[in-house]
């Protein structure tokens, strides 16, 4: 028997926004959830004990970087990721091909695969599905992710259908590939912002999904109505019985409308990204914490956010370390953020039980936007 | 009554070696002990929940950076220093002398004070013996030092009995200007590497110890041999009955013989600075864990070491960590060095109490420096 599977508790009556429990081998994931992202088998800035303490259920690891440093093989002889790293709740994988798309002129696709050079030394590399496969086997995370081609946004519809229908051949290949019953493979939604494709991609993927299914390439530089569309356009086809990520999506406006279009589990680099330049998402908006305005603030940054950073120091002592470039505020910044986005999503699946998702949000919206209105 | 006091529990009856309790008015010290640095209001990279965990009973702040950035008066204004940085127990500030004398061809001395160049902006200061005890009473530390001359090592006998005068002079100023009962005031013995001159300084200062004496000026580029000279000639003229304090040291041979000397007291930035260059201090010698033969090794830091980074990562994690200028890095390497110097000096406490201090000492240099011998 499988050692994944996916209950649904409820369900919103107004929104069709969903909550449930995925279950994984190491352990559970109450959805809708926020998994923040660990690159380098490291959650940037936070001890894994911190992680836990602030509720974080899984975390995201990206196969690129972990390929090229410290290699796959040696992870696999180190016990997997969960040991490396000492990190015993779930992780997911991804499987590399948005960073070696990014890579651009470094990189190049075929039918075989992606042949690119090594952002850290310029060394020549290809992955191929069958390759990717066996990284993210090495890697031992629970949920591991198809090798898929994410064309660029702005691109012809003849280019999307192109990539689109790579991604489908080699989602073939990654099926082939993929055997263990240890890890969970999460198929991949293409179709650029193309309604047909996407339409088409959603019907052909799905079948290959057995618990867990993923939309990628979106929140690359469209408008959000457009992204929006996008995802209303996938919804009717989505399984209903097994989790929805939309990859790479992590502001707070995003996830809501991401959930209330049925979606479960997102991730993104944001909240550790913004804090290691001084900035912190809160109930009350963005804070830039180098501003002057908080040279003697002596509140919480967050009145409503009872994390360690918001119980212990003001915005004063912050904006003094941020000034100084100490390390600690990155790492306070950093529990403050992903401790937020915990929360967001933590009241969100409250909200879904009581029927309540769409008042959630909009309660949230008018203060998360106070100031710009 | 002062809310200082050094109650002494024993003395080895071999070396003389001293262990007792500072106390003070935000809790007890446990001597010997070893001050972890936070320069700039904080112990760098270090929460300060962490530095509780492993241990942590004091830590030392720098008044010449503070008074820079974000100013004493704010700090003042935040309710002193241990509310800014949230760090309960005591806190010792230094003068700023060291820093600002380290600052060369930026300061001009005379006998009124120092004359110096922010090596921020360039902008001008002055530091005297009343303006650094107002500053240390803005920061509020439990314990505060007086404005001292430490004289360059190597200078001739002349100029370091000027900078010992002037020391004095300064020390007076200080006492005079230091009127509130909630601090402690150290006096710092000064002398370069002349007995006469140190026996003389020793002399001098002690009258101004109320409960707290220390050595300044050694661990400054001499040869080891005349450090632990310099502080032979002056033991016999230490008082018993308050701590003394050698500054700036924190290497663990130069503790364990300042232990031997009759020391209380140590800091020094050496564990935070070495960690964030991926340098460990273990049972069995310093650890370069950048090296190449920790690729694969799948062993802990230290096997006698019981912190959190031993218990739950190996080195080949670690130097994964360092190769990829990770924060964690720092985080982890950070806690074990403290831990180390704390895990130290509390051996060496109970090794006090039971006699057997040289023994503790023997057996911890034939482990540490195996692989040299």
């Known amino acids: 028997m499988s050692q994944f599977s996916y209950e649904i508790l409820h369900i919103d009556s107004h929104t069709g926004a969903r909550t449930g429990v995925f279950h994984t081998p190491h352990g559970d994931v109450c959805t809708p959830i926020f998994m923040p992202v660990g690159t ?12 836990e303490e602030i509720g974080a259920q899984i975390v995201l690891s990206n196969t690129y970087h972990l390929y090229l440093r410290p290699g796959s093989e040696l992870v696999a002889r180190a ?18 091909g948005f960073q070696v798309f990014s890579l651009g002129d ?3 696709i075929s039918d075989e695969g992606v042949t690119f050079s090594s952002h850290l030394d310029g060394s020549r ?25 994410c064309s660029t946004y702005g691109c012809d519809k003849t280019y999307a259908r192109k990539a689109m229908t790579r991604t489908h051949k080699w ?9 263990n019953g240890k890890q969970m493979l999460f198929p991949i939604v293409q179709g650029n912002m193309f309604a047909d494709l996407r339409e088409e991609s959603v019907k052909f993927v799905r079948d290959f999904a057995e618990c867990g299914i993923a939309v990628g390439g979106l929140s690359v530089g469209e408008p959000s109505e457009v992204m929006y569309r ?3 356009v996938i919804r009717p086809y989505l399984p209903e019985n097994m989790p929805r990520y939309l990859m790479g999506v992590g502001t707070p406006d995003y996830i809501l409308e991401g959930i209330e279009r049925g979606i479960d589990m997102f991730d993104c680099v944001l909240p550790t990204r913004i804090a290691r330049n001084g900035t912190a998402m809160t ?3 963005k804070v830039v914490v180098r501003n002057g305005c908080y040279k003697e603030d002596f509140t919480p940054l967050d009145d409503e ?10 915005k004063a002592y912050l904006r003094h370390l941020v000034n100084c470039k100490e390390i600690l505020a990155a790492e306070l910044l950093s529990i403050h953020n992903v401790h937020f986005l915990l929360k967001l999503v933590e009241g969100a699946r409250e909200a879904i039980k009581s029927d309540s998702f769409a008042e959630y949000k909009r309660q949230f919206y008018a203060k998360y936007y106070a100031k710009k209105q």
Chains 1, 2 share one sequence.
């Open 106 to 108: 470094l990189r190049k």
């Open 40 to 51: 380098a088998a490291t959650v940037k800035s936070l001890l894994p004990s911190t992680l």
């Open 230 to 232: 996008m995802m209303d």
């Open 125 to 149: 590399h290809i992955f191929t599905p069958e390759s990717v496969m066996k990284t993210q086997h090495e890697l031992g995370a629970d949920i591991i992710m198809a090798f898929d081609e």
């Open 171 to 179: 989602l073939e290949r990654c099926a082939k590939a993929h055997e």
């Open 305 to 314: 956010c009872d994390c360690y950073c918001c119980r212990n120091f003001t």
């Open 79 to 96: 016990g997997g990721l969960h040991a490396f790293m000492n990190w015993n709740r779930p992780i997911l994988t991804d499987s590399g």
């Open 283 to 285: 109930s009350h908006g």
